[in-house]
């Protein structure tokens, strides 16, 4: 079965830096598009950067556009998000999510071919 891993979170001051790492298992991803979302308690789910199948298009929310990088290594089935200049608003669960084309992983309904991740914390102490 398809499963994905988030790995990097933690506690950091404003102004730092994290990498989250997340593991695809279960099939190959290289056709896919992978994203990261997030969350924060009593909010709905968010986009926050996705990703396309050959990494040749990305796309970000505009509160994390110039200071988040999304990467991939398909040869490794892995996707990256590279969070620097990170500010207390960042603080949410983030998520990692693969789908089939890149409207579906970044509409990121509950629909046949999107999966998710368990999620990782990330915390930023101003």
């Known amino acids: 079965q398809v499963q994905l891993v988030e790995s990097g979170g933690g506690l950091v001051q404003a102004g730092g830096s994290l990498r989250l790492s997340c593991a695809a298992s279960g099939r190959t991803f290289s056709s896919q598009s992978m994203g990261w979302f997030r969350q924060c308690p009593g909010k709905e789910r968010e986009f926050v950067a996705g990703?396309?199948?050959?990494?040749?298009?990305?796309s970000y929310a505009g509160s994390v556009k110039g200071r988040f990088t999304i990467s991939r290594d398909n040869t490794k089935n892995m996707v990256y998000l590279q969070m620097n200049s990170l500010k207390p608003e960042d603080t949410a669960v983030y998520y990692c999510?693969?789908?089939?084309?890149?409207?579906?992983?970044?509409?990121?309904?509950?629909?046949?071919?999107?999966?998710w991740g368990q999620g990782t914390q990330v915390t930023v102490s101003s």
């Open positions: 990703i396309s199948w050959n990494g040749y298009i990305t």
């Open positions: 999510n693969v789908g089939p084309s890149f409207v579906e992983m970044k509409l990121g309904r509950n629909r046949p071919g999107v999966y």
